[in-house]
Nanobody
Framework: QVQLVESGGGLVQPGGSLRLSCAAS????????MGWYRQAPGNQRKLVAL???????NYADSVKGRFTISRDNAKNTVYLQMNSLKPEDTAVYYC?????????????????WGQGTLVTVSS
């Protein structure tokens, strides 16, 4: 199958920075759009940023100018550089990818989620 494994979360003071990583592994033929979502306690999961296989990006208004999404297609990895962090950025951050997987000699289109990584912004 296909797995996404996130890393890089933690505790940071307001105004600080963190870099999240998400690596895809498994029977991958290709990866289309990759993205980051976040879910704060009591809230729904919301889009943070997306990046296509060609490098086009889209951001939530709340993070524009502070967060940068990027990807390394050779490593099947997507990153989220988060600067000028605010307490309201506190959430569990989830990686998401649209994957074409090879399974039993056939191609299958899958939407895959990571397990989530906690980001806490607090003094």
């Amino acid at each position: 199958q296909v797995q996404l494994v996130e890393s890089g979360g933690g505790l940071v003071q307001p105004g600080g920075s963190l870099r999240l990583s998400c690596a895809a592994s498994g029977s991958i033929f290709s990866i289309n759009t990759m993205g980051w979502y976040r879910q704060a306690p009591g809230n729904q999961r919301k889009l943070v940023a997306l990046i296509t296989s060609g490098g086009s990006t889209n951001y939530a208004d709340s993070v524009k100018g502070r967060f940068t999404i990027s990807r390394d297609n050779a490593k099947n990895t997507v990153y989220l550089q988060m600067n000028s962090l605010k307490p309201e950025d506190t959430a569990v951050y989830y990686c998401n990818a649209g994957v074409i997987a090879t399974m039993e000699g056939r191609y299958r289109s899958l939407e895959v989620w990571g397990q989530g990584t906690l980001v806490t912004v607090s003094s």
